[in-house]
């Protein structure tokens, strides 16, 4: 099996990434959070600092860029092949209230014949190999023949599919018996997105898609740093592995130079996920939440801990 990191704003940095390679390896690639340039291609400099070279050592990195435009788009692109990046991933399913009503993200469904422009002009002008992570439609997974009708026309590097349409969020379940059939029906390589937060998930998506070899997982990592390595046979995840991750990746935030206020945020973001493998640990989430210092967190942090309530069959369940 194939796995791989989503990019998830705000917790996926690039200071997470090479931790999370270093102690949990397992991921064949990473997907940084999204590139969104402006009308020349320009974007923010924290952006650029999250894909240099240098901070994502030692990992296939893949950028990702979120925009409906080619020409923004390929100025983005050859300034990846220029730091010597080789593939570069398409947003067609961000599904954010503040994304999807400027046509970008999943709202790139709503016009199949301006996606198909799109992607005619990239494919045509990009010297990267480029991928592309979608929803399966807007208001419904129905649309989706329609949807890779487009999407088959091109060399794709990849199809990611999250196996639920824009409306439906993150919430219920993933439409199984269309992503089959858009698997089966997919020139591109498809890789399956979606509610893999243990190991006992994939069964589903396997099941339903026989040889189905690429699998990208999101929440459910965040959660649970070692859910790469449960899924290739590997041990749980332990109390103490868990803690020595969080404690180093308190550390890296603070080497880079971040305030404790931002550094306390990056890591709040993450422990929205994390507190899952402590069932009924509410109380302890809150505190966590609550702490304004550095001090007062990683006493919130330690008392959880000592709680006794982590449990390594624990799972982000939305």
Not at 241 to 248: A, G, I, N, Q, V
Request: with cysteine; charged share 25%.
């Amino acid at each position: 099996m194939r796995l791989s990191f989503a990019p998830m704003e705000g917790v996926t940095t690039y200071s997470f990434r090479q931790l999370h390679a270093a102690l949990f390896p397992g991921a064949e690639k990473y997907y940084a959070p999204f590139i969104a340039p402006d009308g020349s291609g320009k974007f923010k400099g924290g952006r650029l600092r999250d894909i240099l070279p240098e901070n994502n050592r030692d990992i296939r990195l893949v950028p990702q860029i979120l925009c409906n435009r080619p020409e923004p788009f390929l100025a983005v692109a050859r300034e990846l092949a220029a730091m010597g990046y080789r593939e570069v991933n398409l947003n067609a399913g961000c599904p954010s209230g503040t994304v999807v009503p400027k046509r970008k993200g999943a709202g790139m469904l709503a016009d199949l014949r301006a996606l198909d422009e799109f992607l005619a002009e990239v494919f045509s002008r990009c010297e990267l190999a480029v991928s592309v992570k979608t929803r399966m439609g807007l208001e419904s997974t129905e649309e989706f023949p329609a949807i890779l009708e487009i999407y088959n026309k091109y060399p794709l590097q990849e199809l990611i599919i999250h196996a639920r349409d824009r409306r439906a969020m993150y919430s219920g379940r993933p439409d199984l018996a269309g992503f089959a059939t858009a698997f089966r029906a997919s020139r591109p390589p498809v890789c399956y997105n979606g509610n893999v937060f243990s190991p006992a998930d994939l069964t589903g998506p396997v099941s339903a898609a026989p040889g189905l070899e690429r699998v990208m997982l999101g929440r459910g990592a965040a959660a649970n740093p070692a859910l790469f390595r449960q899924l290739q046979g590997g041990p749980a995840l332990e109390a103490a592995e868990l803690k020595d991750f969080l404690r180093r990746l308190r550390d890296a935030y603070q080497a880079q130079g971040l305030s404790e206020r931002y550094t306390l945020a990056r890591l709040k973001e993450l422990w929205y996920y994390t507190v899952q493998m402590f069932p009924g640990a509410s109380a302890g989430a809150k505190r966590i939440n609550k702490a304004q210092t550095a001090a007062e967190y990683q006493s919130a942090v330690d008392a959880l801990f000592a709680s006794g309530r982590f449990s390594p069959e624990a799972a982000f369940r939305g």
